[in-house]
């Protein structure tokens, strides 16, 4: 009998770890090193000369680029900015970045893929619903990415609005419901920090998942995503000679909260503006260099709280419909004027102060959105 259970004790805790292990994978939680190697690559089908205008920014790509992202459609993945979560995987690759508060003064991007793709994107977090307005302005069905989000009852309730929007199992890819190896946890790239703090996607992976419900460029019944897709218009980059030699601006999102403060410095040489947050170069982990882009767009939404009965902080609210103040900074320049969105499902526009649209430079678009009243330094 001893003999017995000397031989099945070890056969029991080789069976627990199996279990263990596939049960992890399975929730996501698992880590993995492999995926994480070969961040620093370029991006697929970058050969060539570049002739195809990317729909989301106007920049320049090859055909077989173009090519490849013709295939899928807009995807938006959500990455945290809490300090815990810097430097993050992925940013630089996005077409178009949303940020905003997410909550107790911690901003959040939204990052928008579509013509270039980044085997690493994170730490990834909770969805909110002003960041549903955003990515609903990306044509038909826009891909979601996101770790669970706001479920209380009320005006916050962002997983009960994706529900209701029929995006459960279709175009919404939540971490709770698909798991390793989509999404993994990866406890080594910010050594450390919470666990919270430790998840990460691929974007082709979540393109893969999209292709698997029928979601390529078309869906299933043949709807192209671009059906209802309007995008901005794009200017060509005004000339060395007629750049200022610096520029800058600043601002902050809540008072007394200056590790997000962010500071956006033009450089005359290339046009392009380089990121600072909370008074640090902000980088992207995966590269090793600082953010950039070619645009800033500064938005002023009315900001408030859901009063939702949420136990852990206040969850909140942005206006993102109707219209409000912008600033479009991009070639060293200022242009106050106004933004405009009718509905979820419509993009947001940029007016100057003659009612004319905003014509972008190509390239990397930021859209800053700060609280009605905000203070932003000009130099």
């Known amino acids: 009998m001893k003999k017995i259970v000397i031989l099945c004790i070890p056969i029991y805790f080789v069976i627990m770890g199996v279990s263990f292990v596939l049960f992890s994978g399975m929730l996501g939680g698992a880590q993995t090193k492999t995926q994480t190697t070969n961040t620093n690559t370029p991006t697929e089908g970058d050969s060539g000369p570049k002739t195809e205008e990317c729909p989301l920014n106007g920049a320049y790509y090859s055909v077989q680029q173009r090519q490849l992202w013709e295939k899928r459609r807009p995807l938006g993945v959500m990455v945290e900015n809490s300090t815990d979560a810097r430097p993050q995987s992925g940013l630089s690759k996005a077409d178009v970045v949303f940020e905003a508060v997410a909550e107790g ?64 199992g279709y175009n919404d890819i939540n971490q709770f419901s698909v798991g390793y190896p989509v999404f993994w946890r990866d406890y ?35 709807v192209s995503w671009d059906k209802t897709f309007v995008p901005w218009v794009f200017k060509e980059e005004s000339p060395l000679e007629k750049r200022p030699a610096t520029a800058s601006v600043a601002f902050g999102f809540w008072e007394d909260y200056r590790q997000f403060n962010v500071v956006w410095t033009y450089n005359k040489t290339t046009n392009t503006y380089t990121r600072t947050n909370g008074g640090k170069k902000h980088l992207d982990k995966a590269t090793n260099k600082q953010l950039q882009a070619k645009t800033i767009v500064i938005v002023y939404m009315d900001e408030g709280v859901a009063d939702d009965g949420y136990d852990q902080g206040q969850h909140l609210l942005y206006g993102t419909k109707g219209t409000g103040d912008a600033v479009i900074l991009q070639d060293g320049t200022v242009t106050k004027g106004s933004w405009a969105k009718k509905d979820r499902f419509t993009q947001i526009r940029f007016y100057d102060a003659s009612d004319e649209e905003v014509k972008f430079n190509r390239g990397t678009i930021w859209v800053e959105v700060l609280p009605t009243g905000n203070k932003v330094v000009y130099k």
């Open 105 to 168: 003064g911690i901003t959040r991007f939204l990052s928008v893929f579509y013509c270039q793709t980044s085997p690493i994107v994170g730490p990834v977090r909770s969805a909110r619903v002003y960041f549903l307005d955003f990515i609903g302005g990306f044509g038909e069905s826009p891909l979601y990415a996101h770790v669970g989000g706001a479920n209380t009852p009320g005006p916050a309730n962002a997983l009960g609005q994706i529900e209701d929007m029929d995006w459960v």
């Open 188 to 222: 080594e790239r910010l050594p450390g920090v919470a666990t919270e703090h430790t998840m990460y996607t691929d974007t082709s992976k979540l393109w893969k998942t999209a292709a698997s419900r029928d979601l390529t460029n078309v869906d299933e019944e043949g």
